[in-house]
């Protein structure tokens, strides 16, 4: 996840948007990793109120998460 916070920043960067207009929902099974995913978005610039880190499985997706978000 850590890099992927870096590239996606980057991106919105890029297209002239502001990081905390965009909502970012990190997932990982392991929910000991979700501090340094955390860290990473933090190190990447994301605002706090805009990253949401989640302890799930794969499984738990569709019915966490609404049909095309």
Do not use: C, I
Not at 44 to 54: F, I, K, M, T
């Amino acid at each position: 996840m850590a890099a992927a916070h870096g590239r996606l920043a980057e991106a919105v960067r890029e297209a002239g948007g502001n990081l905390g207009d965009v909502r970012v929902v990190g997932v990982d099974p392991n929910p000991a990793m979700l501090p340094y995913a955390g860290k990473a978005a933090e190190d990447a610039g994301w605002p706090r109120e805009s990253v949401d880190l989640r302890a799930l499985y794969g499984e738990q997706l569709a019915e966490t998460f609404p049909p095309g978000s």
